[in-house]
Structure formats: structure tokens, C-alpha cells
């Protein structure tokens, strides 16, 4: 990861103080460099748009993800169903703006949601009983 806890430190100073004890740091680390990697090395190839909307939820203030870069996203479904919605805030902007977060995404799952699928018919099951409980 590009400057170990001081890349952590610079996105915010919240809870950062956890990185100074050694015994956390070790626990936090290898999760972080981990996913540092996944973000830094997959790059898939032209991926197929979906065909269903995607809201991406990003901070105005994160200097580790510019707005621009979220709103490439919007390649990966069809054109018109992209949705991009900012909170202030730094890269943590989840923690202060957990509950309106969570009640948008509530909302559009209910708005978005597809008409109910037919029930499937019903299966029909042999006469008697099955042979796998009578062999036991």
C-alpha cells in the first residue's frame, strides 16, 4: 500500500489514533494492503454494461477518489440508469451520514425494484412414498 499508514492518515483523522498501537496495526494492515491491491491491479476488460441501475456513493472531499473517477462508473450500465450521489465529508463520509445513506438506499431498492416474477408452477411430487426414506 502507497504509504502505509500515512496514505490511511491522509484520507482522515478519524480513528486514526488506532494505527498507533502496534497490536491493531498488525490486525488492520494486511486487510487494508490487501484491498489496496485489488483496487490498484483489477482491471477488467471492457466489461459488458449491465442492465440494471448502479448509484455510486462518494464524498465531495476525498482526495483519494476524484468525482470524475466515480462518475466513469456510468459505463458499466446502460445509458440513463447511472445515479451518482456525494455527501460532504472526507472518505469516511459513511460514519456522520450513516442513516441517510442507508435510507436512500431503502428507497431505491423499493422504487427499483422489478415487478414480482410469476410464481412457478407448482412441482408434482409421486404417489406414495420416496425410496430414499423407505431405504434407511
Given amino acids: 500500500m502507497p504509504g ?8 482522515v483523522d478519524h480513528q486514526s489514533e488506532v494505527y498507533d498501537i502496534p497490536e491493531l496495526r498488525d490486525l488492520l494492515l494486511p486487510a487494508l494492503r490487501a484491498d ?7 482491471r477488467p476488460d471492457r466489461p459488458l454494461p ?48 450513516e442513516a441517510e445513506l442507508l435510507a436512500d ?9 422489478p415487478a414480482r416474477p410469476p410464481e412457478p408452477p407448482p412441482r408434482s411430487r409421486p404417489e406414495g412414498r420416496c425410496q430414499w426414506w423407505e431405504a434407511g
Fill in 105 to 113: 438506499i431503502g428507497e431505491r431498492l423499493v422504487r427499483d425494484r
Fill in 36 to 42: 489496496y491491491r485489488l483496487i490498484e491491479a483489477y
Fill in 50 to 97: 449491465l442492465r440494471t441501475p448502479i448509484t455510486a456513493y462518494t464524498s465531495r472531499d476525498d482526495s483519494s477518489r476524484p468525482l470524475q473517477d466515480v462518475r466513469a462508473r456510468a459505463d458499466l450500465t446502460e445509458p440513463g440508469r447511472f445515479d451518482l450521489r456525494t455527501f460532504p465529508g472526507d472518505h469516511f463520509y459513511l460514519v456522520p451520514h
Fill in 4 to 11: 502505509g499508514t500515512a496514505t490511511i492518515r491522509g484520507l
